[in-house]
Protein backbone atom coordinates (compact mmCIF):
# COMPACT_ATOMS: atom_id res chain seq x y z
CA UNK A 1 0.00 0.00 0.00
CA UNK A 2 1.62 3.22 -1.17
CA UNK A 3 1.49 6.28 1.28
CA UNK A 4 -0.50 9.54 0.20
CA UNK A 5 2.85 11.26 1.77
CA UNK A 6 6.39 10.10 1.95
CA UNK A 7 6.83 8.42 5.28
CA UNK A 8 9.99 10.48 7.24
CA UNK A 9 13.16 8.24 8.64
CA UNK A 10 14.15 9.82 11.98
CA UNK A 11 17.44 8.58 13.28
CA UNK A 12 18.37 7.87 17.22
CA UNK A 13 20.46 10.64 18.23
CA UNK A 14 23.08 8.30 19.08
CA UNK A 15 22.85 6.19 15.96
CA UNK A 16 25.48 7.93 13.47
CA UNK A 17 27.71 6.96 17.37
CA UNK A 18 26.93 3.58 17.21
CA UNK A 19 27.48 3.35 13.32
CA UNK A 20 30.99 4.81 13.78
CA UNK A 21 31.93 2.51 17.07
CA UNK A 22 30.35 -0.65 15.12
CA UNK A 23 32.17 -0.19 12.25
CA UNK A 24 35.51 0.56 13.89
CA UNK A 25 35.43 -2.76 15.93
CA UNK A 26 34.35 -4.73 12.89
CA UNK A 27 36.63 -3.49 10.13
CA UNK A 28 39.51 -3.18 12.21
CA UNK A 29 39.17 -6.41 14.02
CA UNK A 30 41.22 -9.45 13.68
CA UNK A 31 40.73 -12.56 12.21
CA UNK A 32 39.00 -14.76 14.47
CA UNK A 33 36.94 -12.05 16.26
CA UNK A 34 33.79 -12.04 17.31
CA UNK A 35 31.83 -8.61 18.00
CA UNK A 36 28.56 -8.73 19.69
CA UNK A 37 25.52 -6.08 18.64
CA UNK A 38 22.68 -5.98 21.07
CA UNK A 39 19.73 -4.06 21.15
CA UNK A 40 15.76 -4.61 21.79
CA UNK A 41 13.90 -5.80 18.51
CA UNK A 42 13.04 -2.64 16.44
CA UNK A 43 16.37 -0.84 17.99
CA UNK A 44 18.34 -0.74 14.14
CA UNK A 45 20.26 -3.63 14.58
CA UNK A 46 19.17 -4.43 11.07
CA UNK A 47 19.72 -1.16 9.96
CA UNK A 48 23.21 -0.53 11.76
CA UNK A 49 23.98 -4.02 9.70
CA UNK A 50 23.14 -3.19 6.35
CA UNK A 51 25.13 0.45 6.61
CA UNK A 52 28.58 -1.80 8.05
CA UNK A 53 28.01 -4.30 5.07
CA UNK A 54 27.55 -1.73 2.63
CA UNK A 55 31.15 0.19 3.96
CA UNK A 56 32.84 -2.97 3.98
CA UNK A 57 31.61 -4.10 0.14
CA UNK A 58 33.20 -0.89 -1.19
CA UNK A 59 36.08 -1.73 0.38
CA UNK A 60 35.89 -5.09 -1.37
CA UNK A 61 34.44 -3.87 -4.47
CA UNK A 62 35.60 -7.51 -6.55
CA UNK A 63 32.81 -9.33 -5.44
CA UNK A 64 31.98 -12.90 -7.22
CA UNK A 65 30.80 -16.55 -7.19
CA UNK A 66 34.53 -17.15 -5.55
CA UNK A 67 35.20 -13.70 -3.75
CA UNK A 68 32.36 -12.71 -1.45
CA UNK A 69 34.01 -11.32 1.38
CA UNK A 70 30.65 -11.01 3.67
CA UNK A 71 28.60 -14.11 4.39
CA UNK A 72 25.54 -13.76 6.08
CA UNK A 73 22.68 -15.92 7.93
CA UNK A 74 19.70 -16.59 10.29
CA UNK A 75 20.91 -18.76 13.63
CA UNK A 76 17.14 -19.12 13.98
CA UNK A 77 16.05 -22.53 13.96
CA UNK A 78 12.46 -23.15 12.71
CA UNK A 79 12.58 -26.82 12.47
CA UNK A 80 13.63 -27.79 15.77
CA UNK A 81 12.74 -25.20 17.66
CA UNK A 82 16.41 -24.95 19.57
CA UNK A 83 19.76 -23.67 18.29
CA UNK A 84 22.28 -26.28 17.02
CA UNK A 85 26.07 -25.95 16.09
CA UNK A 86 25.76 -28.91 13.41
CA UNK A 87 22.60 -27.22 12.08
CA UNK A 88 24.79 -24.09 11.84
CA UNK A 89 27.55 -25.58 10.02
CA UNK A 90 25.00 -26.87 7.61
CA UNK A 91 23.18 -24.14 6.73
CA UNK A 92 27.20 -22.27 6.37
CA UNK A 93 27.10 -24.93 4.08
CA UNK A 94 24.64 -24.38 2.23
CA UNK A 95 25.16 -20.81 2.07
CA UNK A 96 28.31 -21.35 0.83
CA UNK A 97 26.88 -23.66 -2.10
CA UNK A 98 29.27 -26.31 -1.53
CA UNK A 99 28.72 -28.15 -4.68
CA UNK A 100 28.66 -31.75 -3.23
CA UNK A 101 27.50 -31.16 -0.41
CA UNK A 102 24.66 -28.04 -0.11
CA UNK A 103 21.24 -28.73 -0.43
CA UNK A 104 22.09 -27.33 -3.98
CA UNK A 105 23.92 -29.57 -5.67
CA UNK A 106 21.58 -30.41 -8.15
CA UNK A 107 21.06 -27.60 -9.50
CA UNK A 108 24.59 -26.66 -9.13
CA UNK A 109 26.06 -29.91 -10.87
CA UNK A 110 23.44 -29.67 -13.16
CA UNK A 111 24.97 -26.65 -14.86
CA UNK A 112 28.23 -29.10 -15.61
CA UNK A 113 26.47 -31.71 -16.68
CA UNK A 114 26.05 -33.81 -13.16
CA UNK A 115 23.45 -35.79 -12.54
CA UNK A 116 22.71 -35.70 -8.48
CA UNK A 117 20.39 -36.42 -5.70
CA UNK A 118 19.66 -34.25 -3.03
CA UNK A 119 22.32 -33.81 -0.15
CA UNK A 120 21.36 -34.77 3.37
CA UNK A 121 23.99 -34.01 6.91
CA UNK A 122 22.11 -36.11 8.39
CA UNK A 123 24.43 -39.01 8.58
CA UNK A 124 27.19 -36.84 8.05
CA UNK A 125 29.49 -35.92 11.24
CA UNK A 126 29.89 -32.27 12.82
CA UNK A 127 33.37 -32.01 12.09
CA UNK A 128 33.35 -33.65 8.66
CA UNK A 129 30.57 -30.18 7.75
CA UNK A 130 32.75 -28.17 9.81
CA UNK A 131 35.93 -28.49 7.80
CA UNK A 132 34.10 -28.71 4.78
CA UNK A 133 33.08 -25.12 5.65
CA UNK A 134 36.04 -23.74 6.99
CA UNK A 135 37.87 -24.49 3.05
CA UNK A 136 34.93 -22.84 1.30
CA UNK A 137 35.38 -20.16 3.51
CA UNK A 138 39.18 -19.74 2.73
CA UNK A 139 38.41 -20.81 -0.59
CA UNK A 140 35.72 -17.83 -1.27
CA UNK A 141 37.93 -15.20 0.83
CA UNK A 142 35.08 -14.46 3.22
CA UNK A 143 36.16 -11.82 5.85
CA UNK A 144 32.91 -11.44 8.16
CA UNK A 145 30.09 -13.47 9.22
CA UNK A 146 27.06 -11.43 10.17
CA UNK A 147 24.77 -13.81 11.88
CA UNK A 148 21.44 -12.50 12.83
CA UNK A 149 19.06 -13.79 15.47
CA UNK A 150 22.04 -14.83 17.72
CA UNK A 151 20.29 -14.98 21.06
CA UNK A 152 18.72 -17.90 19.66
CA UNK A 153 21.47 -20.10 20.69
CA UNK A 154 19.80 -19.34 24.56
CA UNK A 155 16.65 -21.48 23.13
CA UNK A 156 18.66 -24.83 23.78
CA UNK A 157 17.32 -28.75 23.43
CA UNK A 158 17.73 -30.67 26.53
CA UNK A 159 20.77 -32.43 25.96
CA UNK A 160 22.95 -31.69 28.31
CA UNK A 161 25.03 -29.77 26.47
CA UNK A 162 25.14 -25.64 27.56
CA UNK A 163 24.46 -22.58 25.37
CA UNK A 164 28.16 -21.34 25.78
CA UNK A 165 29.34 -24.37 23.92
CA UNK A 166 27.39 -23.11 21.03
CA UNK A 167 29.40 -19.89 21.73
CA UNK A 168 32.29 -21.47 22.05
CA UNK A 169 31.81 -23.57 18.77
CA UNK A 170 30.80 -20.36 16.98
CA UNK A 171 34.91 -18.62 18.47
CA UNK A 172 36.85 -21.76 17.23
CA UNK A 173 35.34 -21.57 13.76
CA UNK A 174 36.20 -17.82 13.70
CA UNK A 175 39.45 -18.55 14.37
CA UNK A 176 40.10 -21.82 12.38
CA UNK A 177 38.69 -19.89 8.98
CA UNK A 178 40.37 -16.36 9.99
CA UNK A 179 36.88 -14.51 10.09
CA UNK A 180 35.38 -11.91 11.94
CA UNK A 181 31.89 -13.13 13.25
CA UNK A 182 29.27 -10.44 13.83
CA UNK A 183 26.07 -11.23 16.43
CA UNK A 184 23.05 -9.24 16.22
CA UNK A 185 21.31 -10.41 19.20
CA UNK A 186 18.95 -9.20 21.84
CA UNK A 187 19.67 -9.03 25.45
CA UNK A 188 19.40 -12.65 26.39
CA UNK A 189 22.49 -13.07 24.47
CA UNK A 190 24.60 -11.22 27.28
CA UNK A 191 23.71 -14.29 29.56
CA UNK A 192 25.89 -16.47 27.38
CA UNK A 193 28.49 -13.49 26.47
CA UNK A 194 29.15 -13.33 30.25
CA UNK A 195 29.26 -16.81 31.41
CA UNK A 196 31.95 -17.06 28.49
CA UNK A 197 33.99 -14.12 29.37
CA UNK A 198 37.22 -16.31 29.27
CA UNK A 199 36.31 -16.54 25.98
CA UNK A 200 35.02 -13.08 25.19
CA UNK A 201 37.43 -10.60 27.60
CA UNK A 202 38.78 -9.47 24.25
CA UNK A 203 35.33 -9.30 22.09
CA UNK A 204 34.01 -6.29 21.46
CA UNK A 205 30.23 -5.63 22.24
CA UNK A 206 28.75 -2.66 21.22
CA UNK A 207 25.08 -1.43 22.88
Not at 16 to 30: F, G, K, P, Q
Not at 105 to 111: G, H, I
Request: net charge neutral.
Amino acid sequence: QKHRYPIPIIMHTKYEDALEVSYTHISYAEPGTMVLIIGMSGSGKGTLACEIKDRLLKSNPRVTEWNQPILEMVSKNAENSYYSSKDTASRLLNILKDPFHSVEREDVLAEVGITAGPASHRAVPESTIRQQVHRLLAGKGVKYIFVDEADMMCVSKRSGRDEADHLESWRLLALDAGVVVVFLAGYRMLRIWDRTSQFTRKMPTVH
